[in-house]
């Protein structure tokens, strides 16, 4: 009998805790409150987007094709991974 009243008792919190959860979220003093959270972050990324400075372009001609590149890659290397293993 007991267990039984507990077991209620906690369906009935648990049931009340999501009906709270979900007046409070769909509320319209909720609803209202995000809208004007918005409209303040949409204002302010507005207010900041113009206040940023133009840069200028000053990246003309600084890549330089470097022509040694290649010829160092077709060098065969010896490999010294399996001498890691080796006693000493």
């Known amino acids: 009998m007991f267990k039984k009243l507990i ?4 369906l009935l ?3 009340s805790f999501f009906a709270i959860i979900f007046r409070y ?6 609803i209202a409150q995000k809208k004007q ?4 972050l ?4 507005l207010e900041n987007i113009s206040s940023l400075p133009e840069l200028l ?10 022509s ?20 000493q």
């Open 68 to 87: 040694g590149f290649e010829n160092s890659n077709k060098q065969n290397f010896k490999r010294s991974f399996w001498d890691l293993f080796k006693d």
């Open 37 to 40: 959270n918005r409209y303040n």
């Open 57 to 66: 372009n000053n990246t003309n001609d600084v890549i330089e094709f470097n």
């Open 7 to 10: 077991k209620i008792l906690m």
């Open 42 to 45: 949409e204002t302010k990324v």
């Open 13 to 15: 919190l648990v049931i």
């Open 25 to 30: 979220y769909f509320s319209e003093k909720n």
